[in-house]
Structure formats: structure tokens, C-alpha cells
């Protein structure tokens, strides 16, 4: 069960908290949710995709992580994330941003889940400096956490206008790796290339100006990623 409790400097000045990676923190899983203002990052290293909530119709980017519902191929067994740019989701941590009432009006706060194993007494390095002051880690979380407020900001709008200009097309991958085997994927949606590049100019107009036109190309780019999470698969498998 989680404790979520808003970090403070009096009753929280002796925790630290160790960034790790592992399975244990949920990390095991194939996709991960990724924001519209990391998506220049994010196209060096995954395939971003669009999934669509069976339910809602809603559709979310991702980055591919791996071809099973629980393979995370960035994964080490040493802790770490196997690539340069980690996705905000995962990088938050067991921090949230949250309001707290402060004698007569609430105010936003950074909430920590103090049962996770990352937060620790006397732990380095320390959530806060010896002075009270929020130290490089926490001021490191906060950035992490405004980055993900504002990137959501975005987020519906742009899937708005792709939409609009029918952009998105659905991914069907058929993958066949070294030892064999195939794997047929329902990756999800990608950016439709040739409808891209045949829009009207009114229409690039408009997506250049709301800042979606890039978003496009990065995420159209980013499906030539999919053969090095090939060649990840292939070296584990060895």
C-alpha cells in the first residue's frame, strides 16, 4: 500500500532517494506513455506509437519498450535504463505533484510514496539540504514533474489535429528474429507518412504554427527504431 505524504523539510530532512530501475517499480512493461514535449528526445531512441483505449477511444502516444506486454528490452539487470533519454513517466519516480492546505489556501505540493524502496533514511542522495532548502535531487523532481504538467497541456490538441487531418494509420508489425521465430505485433498507430507530406498548405500552415508539424515528423521518424529493439531482442536471446 502506498503512503503518499507531501515532502517538507521537518518531517522529511533525513530521506534521500536512489533513482533505480527494475521491475519491481513497474518497469517491466512493453509500452510506457510518453508527452508531447518529449517526443524530439524520444525519437532518437524508441518507436513512438499511438495506442487506443479500447473503451474511451482515447488514443495516447507511447514508446515502445519491447514486442510482449511485459518486455521492457531497456531494462539491465543492473538497475539501469539502457538508453539515453529516459521517458518522464518513469523518471518521476514515486513523486507526484499534489495540493496541500496550508492554513487557509491549498497549495501545490510534491507528494512522495515513502513505502517505496527508493526513499530512504539517511539515504544519498538527500531530499533536502542541511539549511531546509530543496536539494539538486528534489529540484531535479520538481522539473520532472512541471515537465509532465506541461507537456499534458498539449497533449489533446495535438491529437485533435491529427485527427483532423487524418495522420494517424494503424501498425501491424510481422518481425522475424535470428533464432527463428516470428512475432506478429499489433504495435498500434503511426504517423501516415504520405498523408503527411500530401497536406494542403493551409493545413501545414496550421500545424507548423501550433508546433504539431514537428511532433509529426519525429514521430514518422521514429519507426526506424523498430529494427534496433530487433537487434536488442536478438542479442538477449543469445
Known sequence: MKDLQPLSFEQHKTFGYTEKYGSEYGH??????????????????????????????????VVLLGFEEHENLFL??????????????????????????????????IYADLNDSRIQQ?????????????????????EILSARHKGSESLEPMIEAFLKYNLLERVILEIGLS?????????????????LMALENDAVVALHKSGFLSLAYNVADSVNNIQRLIDIKNAKMK
Open 179 to 195: 533464432h527463428g521465430a516470428t512475432i506478429k505485433f499489433d504495435a498500434g498507430y503511426t504517423v501516415h507518412i504520405e498523408n
Open 122 to 142: 539517511n539515504a544519498t542522495p538527500a531530499l533536502f539540504n542541511a539549511d531546509g532548502n530543496a536539494s539538486a535531487t528534489l529540484n531535479e523532481i520538481r
Open 28 to 61: 517491466q512493461v512493453g509500452a510506457v506513455m510518453i508527452l508531447p514535449n518529449e517526443f524530439a528526445k524520444a525519437q532518437r531512441e524508441y518507436p513512438i506509437l499511438f495506442r487506443k483505449d479500447s473503451e474511451t477511444g482515447r488514443f495516447l502516444p
Open 76 to 109: 539491465n539487470e543492473s538497475a539501469t535504463w539502457g538508453a539515453r533519454y529516459i521517458p518522464l513517466a518513469v523518471r518521476q519516480g514515486p513523486f507526484l505533484i499534489g495540493l496541500q492546505q496550508q492554513e487557509a489556501e491549498q497549495r501545490l505540493a
